[in-house]
């Protein structure tokens, strides 16, 4: 099934999103603070954006 829009929408783009938001957050949080843990929070805020980006892009057909 090919999505009439490039856009992801609806479950996609809420892992998209919380990926960034997660990933952003964290990041600063372990530069401002130095805990180095907290980056591999954000290793996981980027896997599951890369997972949603890769969600969609199988839902196209390959072009994301």
Do not use: C, D, E, Y
């Not at 892992?15 to 990933?23: H, N």
């Not at 957050?25 to 591999?40: D, E, F, N, R, Y």
Request: charged share 5%; hydrophobic share 55%.
């Amino acid at each position: 099934m090919r999505s009439t829009s490039p856009a992801p929408k609806g479950l996609l783009l809420g892992l998209i999103l919380t990926g960034v938001t997660v990933a952003l957050a964290t990041s600063v949080a372990a530069l401002v603070t130095g805990h180095t843990w907290l980056m591999g929070i954000a290793a996981g805020g980027f896997a599951l954006q890369a997972a949603g980006w890769m969600v969609h892009g199988h839902r196209n057909g390959g072009a994301a």
